[in-house]
C-alpha cells in the first residue's frame, strides 16, 4: 500500500518543482477585468469554500463549505472569491479576515485538462507554493481528488478522497492520509452513504482499514447536510 503512496509523493514533488516559481506566470494567464466573479462566504476549512471538491463535510460533523453570496456588498465581508472563464472556474483567492481590510491569504489557479483540474494554491503576498490539489474526473463524475502540502519544498501530507457511485448518484468516500517523513498511513477509511425516500443522503457507516475492530465500525451516522 505504502509504494501507491510513495509513487504519488514523486508525482507530486516533481509537480512542486515545475511550478514551485510559477506564481508570476500564472497570474498574468488570468484576465481578471473579463473573468466572470462570484463570492462566497463561509467554508474556510475547505479548499474552495463552497465549489470544493471534497465530500469531507459529509462525514465530519461541524465542517461547512459556506454559501454563495448574490451581492457581497449587502451580506458584509465575504471568505473567498471565485474567477470563470466562461463556466470554468480559473481562479480561487481566499480572503483575510475583515480586520485586514479586504486583502487576501492565498490564490489558487486552475489547470483544466480533459478529465483532470490541478490547482495550485499560492501565497498571495509572498508568492510561495503551499499546496497542490487534483481533481480526476471519469464520465463527468469525480473519481478522485487528493490534496498534498509542502513543507521545506517537500511533500508533508497527502489526502486522497476516492468517489463511488450507484446510477450516477454517490455511493461512498474512501479518505486515506500519508505522511512521507515518517511513510505512515494515518487515516485510511471508508463512508458508505444511504439515501432516505427523496433520495438525499441520510446516514452512513464507516469501514476502518487501519483499526477493523474499531467501535466506530458499529455505528450509523446521521448526515447533517442536505444533499443528493
Not at 509523493?9 to 506566470?25: H, R, T
Not at 498534498?148 to 478522497?161: A, G, P, Q, T
Not at 454517490?170 to 479518505?175: A, D, G, P, Q
Not at 432516505?196 to 487501519?210: F, N, P, S
Request: with cysteine; charged share 25%; glycine share 6%.
Amino acid at each position: 500500500m505504502n509504494d501507491v503512496f510513495e509513487n504519488l509523493i514523486i508525482k507530486f514533488n516533481s509537480l512542486y518543482k515545475q511550478y514551485a516559481n510559477s506564481f508570476d506566470e500564472l497570474y498574468q494567464s488570468i484576465d481578471f477585468s473579463e473573468c466572470r466573479k462570484e463570492y462566497s462566504k463561509g467554508g474556510e476549512s475547505m479548499f474552495w469554500g463552497y465549489y470544493s471538491p471534497s465530500a469531507a463535510d459529509l462525514y465530519i460533523g461541524g465542517l461547512k463549505r459556506g454559501k454563495l453570496l448574490k451581492d457581497p456588498s449587502k451580506n458584509g465581508t465575504h471568505s473567498f472569491e471565485y474567477l470563470f472563464d466562461g463556466n470554468k472556474m480559473v481562479c480561487v483567492l481566499y480572503c483575510l479576515p475583515p480586520e485586514y481590510n479586504h486583502q487576501y491569504g492565498e490564490i489558487e489557479f486552475l489547470v483544466h485538462s480533459e478529465d483532470r483540474i490541478l490547482s495550485f494554491q499560492y501565497s498571495y503576498n509572498f508568492k510561495f507554493l503551499k499546496y497542490i490539489t487534483e481533481s480526476i474526473y471519469k464520465n463527468g463524475l469525480l473519481v478522485q481528488y487528493t490534496t498534498v502540502e509542502f513543507l521545506d519544498n517537500k511533500c508533508s501530507e497527502l489526502k486522497i478522497e476516492e468517489f463511488e457511485y450507484e446510477d450516477n448518484m454517490l455511493k461512498s468516500v474512501r479518505y486515506s492520509c500519508y505522511l512521507p517523513s515518517i511513510k505512515l498511513l494515518a487515516a485510511d477509511e471508508k463512508y458508505i452513504f444511504t439515501r432516505d425516500a427523496e433520495g438525499y443522503l441520510d446516514t452512513y457507516t464507516v469501514e476502518d482499514y487501519i483499526h477493523p475492530g474499531s467501535a466506530m465500525q458499529n455505528v450509523q451516522y446521521k448526515v447533517l447536510v442536505k444533499r443528493k
